[in-house]
Antibody
Framework: EVQLVESGGGLVQPGRSLKLSCAAS????????MAWVRQAPTKGLEWVAS????????HYGDSVKGRFTISRDNAKSTLYLQMDSLRSEDTATYYC?????????????WGPGTMVTVSS | DIQMTQSPASLSASLGETVTIECLAS??????LAWYQQKPGKSPQLLIY???SLHTGVPSRFSGSGSGTQYSLKINSLQPEDFASYYC?????????FGSGTKLEIK
């Protein structure tokens, strides 16, 4: 059974950093691209970042470019999101998502999410 | 960057009714479009991919159509469990933009 479990969320002050993790199981992690998607309270879904299966190609949304870094450790089947220079508008539930194997970015598995609150 | 404009933002309907949600891409996305359902406090669930292909386990009352820049999600004979939020998404290339969402409420 495919499982994605995020961790690392919490309350953090503006300007500080936080690192999220997503532990994957039930599939061959190194065969799949991965992504982070977030959702601010009462708002819609926002794609944050994506990474290729080998880790060499990354893409970021404009709102986080230059502040967030997506990475992965295939030996540990774990996806990461390093978040620096956090702002109040980064407050959201962060989901780890796996795209299907067809080559396009359709997210067929999602984690339960981890909440990040940026506030002083 | 590809923008996804989804409408309506909210929709009120009765059990058994049929509803349609629209999604307009700012450029041709060659049918590389997904639809998701999200219930309060839950993660999104994939419903439709490739604009019209039903994901495994999704009831046949859900259907997707469209091409080029215009796409739609149709739900026939609304059931109680269908009242949720729905999102379209560009699955072609980064940025992997989502539509702003449609909240389907019971009338």
């Amino acid at each position: 059974e495919v499982q994605l479990v995020e961790s690392g969320g919490g309350l953090v002050q503006p300007g500080r950093s936080l690192k999220l993790s997503c532990a994957a199981s039930g599939f061959t992690f190194s065969d799949y691209n991965m992504a982070w998607v977030r959702q601010a309270p009462t708002k819609g879904l926002e794609w944050v970042a994506s990474i290729s299966y080998g880790g060499s190609n990354t893409h970021y949304g404009d709102s986080v470019k230059g502040r967030f870094t997506i990475s992965r450790d295939n030996a540990k089947s774990t996806l990461y999101l390093q978040m620096d220079s956090l702002r109040s508008e980064d407050t959201a539930t962060y989901y780890c998502a796996r795209p299907s194997s067809g080559g396009y970015w359709y997210f067929d598995f999602w984690g339960p999410g981890t909440m990040v609150t940026v506030s002083s | 960057d590809i923008q996804m404009t989804q409408s309506p933002a909210s929709l009120s309907a009765s059990l058994g009714e049929t509803v349609t949600i629209e999604c307009l891409a700012s450029e041709d996305i060659y049918d590389i479009l997904a639809w998701y359902q999200q219930k309060p406090g839950k993660s999104p669930q994939l419903l439709i991919y490739d604009a019209s292909s039903l994901h495994t386990g999704v009831p046949s009352r859900f259907s997707g159509s469209g091409s080029g820049t215009q796409y739609s999600l149709k739900i026939n004979s609304l059931q109680p469990e269908d009242f949720a939020s729905y999102y379209c998404q560009n699955g072609l290339s980064a940025p992997l933009t989502f539509g702003s969402g449609t909240k389907l409420e019971i009338k």
